[in-house]
C-alpha cells in the first residue's frame, strides 16, 4: 500500500474550486508535518502548502495565500486541500508527502511520493 495516496482533483473552470484528499498511511500526523506540492508539465516542482506536525500552524506560498487553505483530520490520518478561485496557473499534478513545516522552510522529506491527483483549470 502507498503511504500517500492523493485524490479529489479533476477540471474546472476558472474561478472554482476544488478539495484534494491526502491520506496518510503509518505516519501519525501528530509527528509528523504534511505538504502539498505540484507540478506543471515542463516546470519544476513547487511546495504548496504545509501543515506542521505538534502546532498545527499552517503555511502557503504566495501565489495561493487567500485561495487555499490546508487542514487535517488525526482520527482519519487526512490532509484536505481546499482550492478556491482556482486560476489557469494552478494546473498541475498534486502530491502531498512528508514536509519541513516552519515560517522558513516548506520542503519534502524522504522520498514517499505517490501518484498524484491531476488539477486542469480551463475555460
Known amino acids: 500500500q502507498e503511504k500517500f495516496v492523493e485524490s479529489g482533483g479533476g477540471l474546472v473552470q476558472p474561478g472554482g474550486s476544488l478539495r484534494l484528499s491526502c491520506a496518510v498511511s503509518?505516519?501519525?500526523?501528530?509527528?509528523?508535518?504534511i505538504g502539498w506540492f505540484r507540478q506543471a508539465p515542463g516546470k519544476a516542482r513547487e511546495g504548496v502548502s504545509c501543515?506542521?506536525?505538534?502546532?498545527?500552524?499552517?503555511y502557503y506560498v504566495d501565489s495561493v495565500k487567500g485561495r487555499f487553505t490546508i487542514s487535517r483530520d488525526k482520527a482519519k490520518n487526512t490532509v484536505y486541500l481546499q482550492m478556491n478561485s482556482l486560476k489557469p496557473e494552478d494546473t498541475a499534478v498534486y502530491y502531498c508527502?512528508?514536509?519541513?513545516?516552519?515560517?522558513?522552510?516548506?520542503?519534502?522529506?524522504?522520498?514517499?511520493w505517490g501518484q498524484g491527483t491531476q488539477v486542469t483549470v480551463s475555460s
Open positions: 503509518e505516519f501519525a500526523l501528530d509527528y509528523y508535518g
Open positions: 501543515i506542521n506536525s505538534s502546532d498545527g500552524n499552517t
Open positions: 508527502t512528508l514536509s519541513l513545516c516552519t515560517r522558513n522552510s516548506l520542503g519534502p522529506l524522504g522520498n514517499y
